[in-house]
């Protein structure tokens, strides 16, 4: 059995605001492709709501049209939500700021996942450098398991499964809750 997460933000990490990051997170077979992973849910979505030219879902989609609760609950009927959220103090946003958010959710998915075999960790771009991603991320990985662990940094249009936690930031940093 593998785990497959999904890491997107919602937000800047700067003074004076509120920021959050949410990975949707799930056990699939082991060889089962990362991209295939909430690609039904995406196009299940989409057809619901009339998004089928659509390159990517967005949260501020559903908000507009007063759906989002809706969108959410669908979504949390096939994947499990770890995240963290904060009203951030710090005067100049800083990669460490998003580094400590990440590694944090990261902690939560592993403390609440069963034993795996394989971890694969898919993160929406951001400004991060991937080097220092994938540093923190192993350590974090490593201290409480030993299995095989990716770290990938992808594009949320290709990536089915970031569109999906896209959603999920942004509903958690409007609502703070699920």
Request: charged content about 30%.
């Amino acid at each position: 059995m593998k785990l497959v997460g999904f890491i997107d933000e919602s937000g800047r990490p700067v003074h004076c605001c509120y920021f959050t990051v949410a990975c949707l997170w799930c056990i699939v077979e082991k060889g089962v492709s990362y991209y295939s992973v909430g690609r039904a849910l995406v196009s299940e979505i989409s057809r619901k709501y009339s998004l089928t030219k659509a390159k990517e879902l967005k949260y501020s989609y559903f908000r507009k049209r007063g759906v989002s609760h809706r969108v959410v609950n669908m979504i949390l009927e096939h994947f499990a939500v770890s995240y963290e959220c904060r009203h951030v103090l710090e005067r100049v946003e800083s990669v460490e700021t998003r580094l400590e958010f990440i590694e944090k959710v990261v902690k939560k998915v592993l403390s609440k996942a069963p034993r795996v075999d394989s971890i694969t960790i898919i993160i929406d771009e951001n400004p991060v450098p991937l080097r220092y991603l994938r540093k923190r991320l192993l350590e974090a990985v490593r201290e409480s398991r030993k299995v095989s662990v990716e770290i990938k940094v992808k594009s949320s249009i290709k990536v089915k499964g970031l569109q999906l936690a896209d959603i999920i930031a942004g509903y958690l940093r409007e609502f703070k809750r699920l």
